[in-house]
């Protein structure tokens, strides 16, 4: 199911202007979700409304949300879709938190903050 749905969520995460994404494949690690997807949105307002569109866009193909966490705080947002979690983070609490860094050994895709610009150029 996440791979099915990274695209358009990757998408909608652009659209509210999120940036530094990446995709962490967790699937080798005894846990119960498949995939992480990680982004940064500059402050509380802009977490939250990527973090609603993101909802919006997951529930409009027919993906269910189990659990939201942080979104009053906007700091960090976890959203938990079973399979897939969606960090939403501001970018003092992502660099504190370090989840990249923290799961280092999992597979990971980063994407452009735009469309169509490789994520090795971004």
């Known amino acids: 199911m996440p791979e099915d749905i990274i695209a358009p969520i990757v998408e909608a995460i652009r659209e509210r202007h999120g940036f530094r994404i990446r995709a ?3 699937r080798e690690f005894p846990l119960t979700m498949e995939m992480f997807l990680v982004c940064s949105a ?9 973090a609603q569109h993101v909802q919006d866009v997951a529930r409009d193909m027919g993906v269910h949300l189990h659990h939201r966490e942080g979104f009053e705080e906007g700091s960090w947002i976890l959203l938990d879709f ?9 970018p003092d609490t992502r660099d504190y938190y370090n989840l990249e860094m923290l799961w280092s050994d999992a ?3 980063d994407f452009a903050d735009e469309p169509g610009v490789r994520s090795d150029d971004a």
Do not use: C, K, T, Y
């Open 24 to 26: 962490m494949d967790m």
């Open 82 to 90: 079973g399979s897939l979690l969606v960090h939403v983070f501001q």
């Open 107 to 109: 597979p990971f895709e």
């Open 42 to 50: 500059e402050s509380r307002v802009q977490a939250q409304a990527i």
